[in-house]
């Protein structure tokens, strides 16, 4: 056992030494050789530093493309995210008529994706991954990528979504339903696509009524008149929803206080 972790520790000792060899050589062929093996054998931490330095050596050269194209990709072996999404654009501009620019225009964009965090958090990232996914997708509509493009936003959108919702909601769940109908309607009108707008309708409906109920006499008529707009409009357009009966009850005491409010006036 002792024998096999000596000859374990003296091929590695001797690999470490053949690694700094060729990183301190001057043989740029050897180099670059070398580069491309790490970088096919995932090696990445190898690979990095000697194509950061083949990436002056061998700028202008006809081996500059390549070069830079494995430096890209090595960053994003490295998860390097944002690095990667930068070096992949860069080479985009760099070598205008590359071949890969298609290519490497998607992986730039899709490491904004990769960047995007849980809803709950911060959606800067979110939204500049939606931006750059949809800026591929206007610079190679034709291309095989739009599909994926399309479902990546759609996963994007959708965490966008329960973000601006959570935040809604936190206003109509801890009683300020003044600030959750104005978040509501907000939601509606900046994503009109999103999924669940009979619940938000709903929301709206009865933190409108809630606002009413609790309001001083000179707003209460304004807001049981919006309450009731609320309910007609959640009647006509989500007639089969779960919530209709008690959209209904909450109609039947709105009408109940305006009678009140009319006939305290007469």
Partial sequence: MKYFFNIILVVLLFSCNGYQKIVKSNDVELKYVMAKKYYEEKEYFKALPILDELHT?????????????????????????????????????????????????????????????KYSL???????????????????????????????????????HKKVYSI???????????????????????????????????????????????????KKLERINNTIASYLFFAKNYPDDKRQNDAKIIYEKSIKQLEKIKNDRL
């Fill in 57 to 117: 050596l061998l700028k202008g050269t006809n081996k500059a493309e390549e070069v830079d194209y494995l430096l890209a990709y090595t960053h994003y072996g490295l998860g390097s995210n944002m690095l990667a999404s930068y070096k992949f654009k860069l080479f985009t501009l760099t070598y205008p008529n590359s071949k890969h620019n298609e290519e490497l225009a998607y992986m730039s964009a899709y490491c904004y994706f990769l960047e995007s965090p």
């Fill in 122 to 160: 911060d959606k800067t990232n979110t939204l500049k991954a939606i931006q750059e996914l949809q800026a591929f997708i206007d610079k190679y509509p034709n291309s095989k990528k739009v599909s994926d493009c399309n479902s990546l936003i759609d996963a994007l959108s959708l965490k966008i």
């Fill in 168 to 218: 809604a909601k936190l206003y109509y769940d801890v009683e300020d339903y003044k600030a959750a109908i104005t978040a509501l309607n907000n939601i509606i009108l900046d994503y009109p696509t999103i999924e669940n707008q009979s619940e938000i309708q709903f929301l709206i409906l009865d933190s409108n009524y809630k606002l009413a109920t609790n309001s001083i006499s000179s």
